[in-house]
């Protein structure tokens, strides 16, 4: 049992961590927050020693005002549930797969895993040139063995390349956690269940499901996080264009477009609110699975 001063010696030693990690969130809040009332045009003159100036709300009202903003949060959550299907789905049927013996099991897993190791940009870049290119693309040489026309995706089809490209980044992740979550599974409940006579969807239905539902929720939190900012894809394969101006997105090109740093802290803040408003919802969700 843990004393009193063992206790005592614990917040101690972890007392430099937390303060280093509340100083490293809080601090870019702040200033996030201090800049979003002010006119801060810096590629114009402006400078924080001569003071900037005080616009209140200004920022904020023109940046909701713009006929870009709700498209853009509605775009944004399309992505974030479309990855989350797609990712959640396969990873489940993909996981069971590879919990099933099979030759070079080892080197499957690391071959699906390996997707998550790529970073965004070289990903985007890959799909854009080595898959989704209309001339020299796989998927248009594939088009053409059928004798179909080929499918312009990043302009005819843009908002469900960037999904198709995300889901591929993140789906290894989700494959990993559920094949963990499997594997972690009572094989006597399993075994006692197939001498029962119950058939595998059932099996399926009413004991691995159920097993996985922290997981899956885990996947959800987590995946969910870091998708409501995704950036590097749109960024290189689309530009924003073609309907795929997400909130993030929506923030840089403004800050791009005005140089006003006060504009776009103002849409920080309103990214903040939209991830804390999803972040709540989800954790609701996630404190009634891990209760159960």
């Excluded at 005080?54 to 949060?73: A, C, D, K, Q, T």
């Excluded at 959550?77 to 099979?102: N, R, Y």
């Excluded at 749109?234 to 795929?244: L, P, R």
């Excluded at 090109?253 to 802290?265: E, K, M, P, T």
Aim: glycine share 6%.
């Amino acid at each position: 049992m843990a004393t009193q001063h063992s206790r005592s010696a614990a917040c101690m030693m972890m007392a430099p961590a937390v303060v280093l990690l509340l100083g490293w969130m809080l601090v870019p809040l702040i200033m996030t927050l201090f800049f979003s009332f002010k006119k801060y045009l810096p590629l114009r003159g402006d400078s924080l020693s001569d003071g900037l100036e005080w616009v209140g709300f200004l920022n904020y009202e023109r940046f909701i005002s713009s006929g870009s903003f709700w498209p853009s949060v509605q775009t944004t959550l399309i992505i974030v549930l479309s990855v989350l299907i797609i990712t959640v789905t396969l990873g489940v049927l993909l996981a069971l797969l590879l919990d099933q013996p099979m030759w070079g099991q080892g080197v499957v897993r690391i071959l699906v895993i390996a997707p998550f190791f790529v970073m965004p940009t070289v990903s985007a870049l890959v799909w854009k040139n080595m898959f989704m290119d209309p001339i020299n693309g796989i998927l248009a040489h594939l088009w053409k063995f059928f004798g179909a026309e080929p499918v312009l995706w990043l302009s005819e089809a843009s908002l469900p390349s960037i999904i198709i490209i995300v889901s591929w980044q993140w789906l290894p992740f989700a494959t990993l956690i559920l094949l963990t979550a499997i594997q972690s599974l009572d094989s006597e409940q399993l075994e006692a269940s197939e001498i029962d006579g119950a058939p595998k969807l059932k099996r399926f239905w009413h004991i691995i499901l159920p097993h996985l539902s922290r997981s899956i929720t885990i996947v959800i939190l987590i995946q969910t996080i870091f998708v409501l900012a995704v950036f590097a894809e749109i960024f290189v394969t689309t530009g924003g264009a073609f309907g795929t101006k997400t909130l993030t997105y929506l923030i840089f090109q403004r800050v791009l477009d005005s140089q006003n740093i006060g504009l776009g802290s103002a849409g920080g803040v309103y990214a903040i609110i939209l991830a804390n408003i999803v972040a709540i919802f989800l954790m609701r969700i996630v404190g009634k699975n891990l209760d159960a």
